[in-house]
């Protein structure tokens, strides 16, 4: 009986649990649905979300099973790839899907007309593909070659080669390693070297800025990566964790011209890309390299043309005075599902 | 709602405990029945008329087979069986036959797919046995409604089974006393089979997925992913019914067993009898006896036996590569009549295991294959046309841990054979002690929140 009466107190517990914890919320969301909702199972999903939410987990206990995972079976949960010395890739680097090959056509299809509508705006459009991490530290994956991320890059650079397009080959010219060793993005040399590339294209079209902007570096810290996150790293004992990276992060300082009351004029080059954007100080590169003041409207999970489409389409009025829109994106994200702006926008340009 | 979500371990269950236990006895069906309408409510409420109306007309026409004589009797069997296979013909294969003439041509505009209400199968199959049964007179009519829609609707087998029989059950659901021992071995069950499921079957399962999203798998990637998805069926599908049988028997109901170590079987007859227990002795009774069974020649008998095995292949999904994973099956099974008939040597137990257990994989290819072309990729991925080894995509989808899981499970799948020499090891591998059934719980319930936890925590690409 007793062993019965134990096991009943642990749900019994839970239970007391959700109701404590999560009184408030699960009450508020059964009264704000619609009829429909409960007719249609809609609400479901909220309810349980609710009640997971409610029940205590241990973010030490996690930390210590991952971490043991981690070191005992190089194992990093499902969506990262443990490669040797500490270096974590994200495996949608890695893995292959069957729908990799129609996801990219479509990306491809796309290409001509983002194009043509920044065309049709005066705007050069500079494409910045970010390199896939697998294939330029390939050395440290320990197990796999970067198969899938060759394929992507070749089938890429021969799709650009028939598209006329201003683009930044970031792939050949890549400064090893240039990745956090625990964080799928770019580290500052990564971005410093991206920036600066950039940069040299745009100058190009623009000539060179003459705005006063100028870095400062701030104090080193360490900078925890968001694949170590993933995996459920940082909360492991540092024993079982990867080592730590440190940054000093970079900021940059314009000086803009005119009075104190002066409206400055709003920048004419814009950033439109993913989370690479905003991380390890691209865009203060950039500007720094510009000698440009630039606006920042890159999104984190804007995958191939998040920004750019929300750019296009929800806030059009951004693009007034605009001369150029640098579109970054990762190359990974070039087989990744079309997002519901993606096959939109591609139902919308291609006539159905 | 399933079984393994913090709702239901949390909330619906302790609520479910306290209304069983507070109600008076003869209010314990009515409390059953409610909670079973709430759980399949979860999934989608605006089903729920359907299943009533089924399980209303089930017991009216049960009465009227019961109470009918000659003839009549005949009207009312049909009138019992008809409606309900038919609401699950147009639910669960309209969308096929549809999509099926379109692809040959039909005419057919937007078509929007018919949502399939789920445990459909298993609700109509319960209603069929049972005016079968009191057409036969095995059972007599269950006069009262509440009783009967209890049986047919409990939330332990509404969902995924096992097919429960009102037989099975039908002397517990008029009186039954609380047994502290059969509700410990409820719970000892239920927590087995929730182990089962999360620490094996789930964690296998995006090893299943990844090796079927390859666009060309070399052998090896094929091999591993049909041995990953053997075992995440069976540890699935049988946590889920260990699962059905431990909440069952807590509330006093025994439902018949639907796994008896499958993998172990040495015949395809022999696995038949081991694989899906409650369904493959549903198919016997209610269709291939009536279809004749051997009584009629050695040939109508290998008939009734494709006949039988093809429309289970259909009943598991409305998918073509279900009926011929039905077809495959009856076949490999009248090879094995024929080879029986034909008075050939028996083989030796340990060939014919791995010839069934080689027959039954290659089943489970087909059965898990989507549509066509996935099923062709897999079977030339297993020929050898991508290559032999394992390829990068596959390594990368490849955890450790799930590694490490597929042996654990093979392992598993031959314990009790290794066993056999040792009575006491034989006992605690086929029933562990509750403490370990319990300990094994803990850390499914401790998986389970670790993993539930990551789609939420990653939204920065």
């Known amino acids: 009986m007793i062993k019965i009466l134990a096991v009943l107190a642990i749900i019994f517990s ?78 949608e680097e890695l893995r292959v899907d069957r729908r990799d090959a129609e996801h990219m056509a479509a990306r491809l299809r796309m290409l001509p007309h983002l194009v043509q509508a920044f065309a049709d705006r005066n705007i050069l459009l500079i494409v910045v593909p970010v390199p896939d991490k697998a294939e330029q530290v390939e050395d440290k994956l320990c197990g796999v070659a970067a198969d899938a991320s060759r394929v992507r890059a070749d089938a890429w650079a021969r799709a650009a080669g028939t598209t006329k397009l201003h683009r930044v080959n970031l792939r050949d010219q890549w400064p090893r390693p240039g990745y956090w060793r625990t964080d799928t993005h770019w580290d500052t040399t990564g971005a410093q070297l991206a920036a600066e590339a950039t940069a040299k294209l745009v100058n190009s079209a623009l000539g060179a800025g003459t705005e006063r902007v100028s870095l400062t570096r701030g104090a080193r810290h360490e900078r925890p990566g968001d694949l170590a996150r993933l995996a459920g790293l940082l909360d492991a004992p540092k024993w079982l964790a990867p080592a730590a990276e440190y940054v000093e992060e970079a900021r940059a300082n314009i000086q803009r011209s005119g009075g104190l009351l002066d409206d400055a004029a709003a920048p004419s080059i814009l950033l439109a890309g993913s989370s690479f954007s905003l991380n390890s100080g691209f865009i203060e590169y950039l500007q720094v390299s510009l000698l440009r003041e630039v606006a920042q409207v890159s999104e984190a999970g804007g995958g191939f043309a998040g920004a750019l489409l929300k750019m296009l389409q929800q806030k059009p009025e951004m693009l007034a005075g605009a001369k150029v829109v640098i579109w970054e994106w990762p190359m990974r994200s070039l087989v990744a599902p079309l997002s519901d702006a993606e096959r939109q926008w591609l139902r919308q340009t291609e006539g159905h | ?113 018919i949502p399939l209400p789920i445990g459909l199968s298993f609700f109509v199959f319960g209603a069929i046995s049972y005016s079968v049964d009191v057409f036969r007179k095995t059972v007599p009519a269950e006069p009262s409604l509440i009783n009967y829609s209890t049986y047919q609707a409990m939330f332990g087998h509404l969902v995924a089974g096992p097919v429960v029989r009102y037989q099975s059950v039908a002397e517990r659901l008029k009186s039954r006393v609380f047994d502290s021992n059969e509700f410990a071995e409820g719970l000892r069950r239920f927590m087995l089979g929730f182990a089962q499921k999360v620490l094996i079957g789930d964690t296998l399962a995006p090893l299943v997925d990844a090796g079927y ?238 993993r539930t936890v990551i789609p939420f925590l990653y939204f920065q690409f």
């Open chain 1, 14 to 91: 839970g239970f007391v649990s959700v109701l404590v914890r999560s009184g408030d919320s699960l009450f508020d969301i059964l009264k704000a649905a619609p009829l429909k909702d409960y007719l249609s199972g809609n609400l479901s999903g909220r309810v349980d979300r609710a009640v997971f939410d409610a029940i205590p987990r241990s973010a030490d206990l996690n930390g210590l099973s991952a971490g043991l995972l981690y070191k005992g079976l190089r194992d990093a949960g499902p969506q990262v790839w443990a490669g040797c010395n500490d270096w974590l890739y994200s495996t």
């Open chain 2, 1 to 113: 709602m399933v079984f393994v979500s913090d709702a239901f371990v949390f909330v619906f269950l302790p609520l479910f405990l306290i209304a069983y236990a507070g109600v008076p006895a003869f209010l314990r069906n009515s409390t059953i029945l409610f909670f079973s309408l709430v759980f399949y409510g979860w999934w989608r409420f605006d089903f729920l008329p359907l299943l009533v109306a089924i399980a209303c007309w089930s017991w009216l026409t049960g009465l009227w087979i019961a109470r009918a004589s000659g003839p009549e009797r005949r009207w009312a069997l049909l009138a019992g069986i008809v409606p309900p296979l038919v609401s699950l013909v147009y639910f669960k294969y309209v969308n096929l036959i549809v999509d099926s003439l379109a692809s040959l041509g039909a005419p057919i505009k937007d078509w929007s797919a």
């Open chain 2, 213 to 450: 999203a390859l666009p060309a798998p070399s052998m090896c990637d094929t091999i591993v992913t049909v041995a990953a998805y053997t075992l995440h069926l069976y540890f699935d599908f049988a946590g889920y019914s260990s699962m059905a049988i431990g909440l069952g028997l807590m509330i006093g109901l025994k439902f018949p067993e639907n796994f008896d170590n499958p993998y172990l079987s040495t015949s395809l007859a022999d696995f038949w009898r081991r694989w899906h227990i409650s369904l493959s002795s549903w198919l016997r009774d209610y269709l291939y006896i009536p279809l004749g069974g051997n009584r009629a020649g050695r040939f109508r008998s290998y008939v009734n036996l494709m006949v039988t095995m093809a429309l289970g292949g259909l009943w598991h999904g409305a998918s073509w590569t279900f009926m011929i994973w039905g077809i495959w099956h009856g076949l490999g099974l009248v090879i094995g009549r024929a080879w029986n008939a034909l008075r050939f040597p028996d083989m030796p137990a340990l060939v014919g295991h791995v010839i069934t257990l080689v027959f039954v994989m290659i089943g489970w290819m087909l059965f898990r294959a989507q549509d066509w072309p996935t099923a062709a990729t897999m079977f030339s991925g297993l020929a050898g046309q991508h290559g032999l080894a394992m390829s990068n995509g596959f390594t990368a989808a490849l955890r450790p841990i799930e590694v490490v899981t597929l042996l654990i499970g093979i392992g598993l799948v031959y314990l009790p054979a290794l066993a056999k020499s040792s009575p006491s090891l034989i006992s605690f591998v086929t029933r562990p002690p509750f403490m370990l059934a319990a300990l094994l719980w803990l850390w499914s319930l401790w998986v389970m929140q670790s």
